[in-house]
């Protein structure tokens, strides 16, 4: 029932199929993005969800921060929860995203690449 190796997408292989869609996407730490995050604050659309990225709970970390090298949740139970009905497990694969993506820009959902 587990998808063959390969098939699902890593974080890295997302980041990568974004940017080729356009998107100017840059990799920096999580403390960097946050700084980031802060400076035009209210415009941004993230802005009411900084207490959540921002307040510090452990030892001068934040939540995300804290749970950042946890280990990976796997499927394993869900797909298990599945056997037997009519919903099919669909993780999330390149052409989903391929599919996705000019889809939310055709909608509104989000802003082109260019910013239009």
């Given amino acids: 029932m587990t ?11 997302l980041y990568d199929l974004i940017r080729a869609f356009g998107y100017p996407l840059e990799r ?3 403390a ?10 209210p415009s941004n659309p993230l802005y009411p969800l900084l207490p959540l990225l921002t307040e510090q709970v452990h030892e001068n ?21 599945l056997v037997g009905t009519s919903i099919a497990f669909s993780s999330i694969r ?4 391929e599919t996705y993506l000019p889809y939310f820009v055709q909608s509104g ?3 082109g690449p260019c910013g239009g």
């Fill in 61 to 81: 970390q934040t939540l995300i921060e804290l749970y950042q090298h946890c280990p990976d949740y796997d499927c394993s139970n869900t797909q298990q929860g």
């Fill in 3 to 13: 998808p063959p190796p390969g098939e699902d997408l890593t974080t890295s292989e």
């Fill in 32 to 41: 960097e993005w946050r700084t980031r995050l802060l400076e035009p604050a």
């Fill in 28 to 30: 920096v730490s999580y």
């Fill in 94 to 97: 390149c052409r989903i995203v």
């Fill in 109 to 111: 959902f989000l802003d």
